[in-house]
């Protein structure tokens, strides 16, 4: 195994061999400051700025902040140096060495990723890729025994991953009692408390590479064109060709089977060039976000199963269910407003109105049943309605757009997986007028032939449905 960003310059230079999986769907690689420095918040405050890093990463590091004085040091002198203060930011892993700073300074540092510092600090294309991918030599590649003896290997890894994200602290004592006590560098701390939170930390990284329900370890090849292409590019421009390093055959999805993971994470991308976007226009000033919810229904944060669902599928930086974690992962205030079950109507439309600075106002599906829906609905302004919800609020507020996000989500999943719309027969399970009603109507004005199944449909009538449909949703 090894970084993307390591291996992929080398096999431009003609290495055999190829990415066949990744355990980590993005980079752990970041720059920590010390407590209290946010000068690598903004473009013009790392002049100047003293950075440690290993030699592996210096020049990444000067391509991504080019205004800074990057140092080379050595593994074990890092640490150190910002502890003491020698420097001002350390190149480390966010997987372990964070957690190690953070408990001899006896606070949280400031961390950026790689590809932030580069939204940041003016070079957009920044993209690392997938950490601890693994390779395999073309030569085995090619072999059928080979081949199989690759995915078996590859199956057993990822299942060992869903045991590691299903029950954590039991993989944490399993990687104690296969470490030998006292064999470890100052990048780490010998002991069940920090192990667990590295291997969970580890596991937040595991959960990106989810490209299917039940795939993990799968690697887009959009992602990994992208950050391939930036990485070659200092040997491009000497004259230096390179060929392709991504095998795509061994462990990648059912071309039938596919999800929204690789269009969010690309929707996210956008997002977070957004959102530096609009911070530096407001000179420093991020755009913000108010959820309200209402009692414990609507699946969020409040939800029954929140925690087990952070848990087990998105990390925390993209999870549904810790949408200030995600937003400030992107660069955006998220400020969330719980209300009891037993909140009126008027209660509900008087917190909607009381946010008019933020940007964005979202109302968390489903409504308790004595909540007026049109009441509180039109009670967003529309410049706010960040769920273009506004059609659940019917004549109230003037002429609707009829379109909500979670069915253009579901047709931007469909283009990016190559599935044609126009002519086929879709089934829509669920009439729910916040995604089933709508995506129906959608789908209709694409020429889809659509039926609708609900909880009224018969089991015998949904087997003849699915049976027939070219599309399931």
């Not at 902040?65 to 593994?75: F, G, I, Y």
């Not at 976007?277 to 913000?288: D, L, N, Q, S, Y």
Request: with cysteine.
């Amino acid at each position: 195994t090894q970084e993307q960003n390591v291996l992929v310059p080398l096999i431009h230079q003609g290495a055999a061999v190829r990415a066949v999986s990744a355990m980590f769907g993005s980079s752990p690689l970041c720059l920590a400051a010390r407590p209290g420095d946010s000068r690598l918040e903004t473009a013009g405050g790392a002049t100047g700025l003293r950075i440690g890093a290993h030699e592996d990463t210096s020049e990444l590091i000067r391509r991504i902040v080019p205004n800074s004085t990057v140092l080379d040091v050595e593994r074990t002198e890092k640490l150190r140096m910002l502890i003491s203060g020698e420097i001002d930011a350390v190149q480390v892993y966010d997987v372990m060495e964070t957690k190690r700073l953070s408990n001899a300074l006896g606070a949280e540092l400031p961390v950026y990723s790689f590809n932030r510092l580069g939204r940041i600090h003016g070079n957009q294309q920044v993209e690392l890729g997938y950490a601890q991918t693994i390779f395999a030599p073309c030569s085995q590649l090619s072999d059928p025994a080979h081949r199989s003896v690759l995915v078996d290997f590859l199956r057993a890894t990822y299942q060992g991953w869903w045991h590691s994200i299903t029950t954590p602290r039991e993989a944490a004592e399993a990687v104690m009692s296969l470490q030998e006590t006292g064999r470890v560098t100052d990048h780490w701390e010998d002991s069940e408390e920090f192990t667990e939170w590295s291997v969970r930390a580890c596991n937040e990284y595991v959960k990106t590479t989810r490209r299917a329900p039940s795939l993990l370890g799968s690697i887009d090849p959009l992602r990994w064109e992208k950050a391939s292409k930036w990485l070659v590019e200092p040997l491009e421009k000497k004259g230096q060709e390179g060929g392709q390093s991504l095998d795509t055959s061994l462990w990648q999805p059912r071309p039938q089977d596919f999800s929204g993971y690789d269009v969010a994470a690309r929707l996210s991308e956008e997002t977070e060039r957004r959102a530096t976007a609009i911070r530096e226009k407001r000179g420093g000033k991020r755009a913000k976000l108010t959820v309200v919810t209402i009692g414990t229904e609507p699946l969020g944060e409040t939800h029954s199963d929140a925690e087990r669902r952070r848990q087990l599928f998105s990390p925390a930086w993209a999870s549904w269910f810790d949408k200030k974690t995600t937003g400030a992962s992107l660069g955006i205030d998220v400020e969330h407003v719980c209300l009891p079950s037993t909140a009126s109507t008027e209660e509900v439309v008087a917190i909607l109105r009381a946010h008019p600075h933020a940007d964005g106002v979202q109302l968390m599906w489903p409504l308790p049943p004595h909540v007026d829906r049109q009441r509180v609905y039109g009670a967003i302004p529309v410049d706010q309605d960040v769920d273009d919800n506004a059609f659940l609020a019917g004549g109230a507020i003037g002429v609707p757009k009829g379109v909500s996000v979670t069915p253009t989500a579901v047709l931007m999943a469909l283009e990016s997986g190559g599935v044609p719309v126009n002519g086929s027969h879709v089934l829509v399970i669920g009439r729910s007028p916040l995604v089933g009603t709508p995506l129906a109507r959608m789908l209709e004005s694409k020429g889809a032939t659509v039926s609708v199944a609900h909880s009224q449909t018969s089991l015998e009538s949904l087997k003849a449905l699915c049976g027939q449909a070219d599309v399931i949703i």
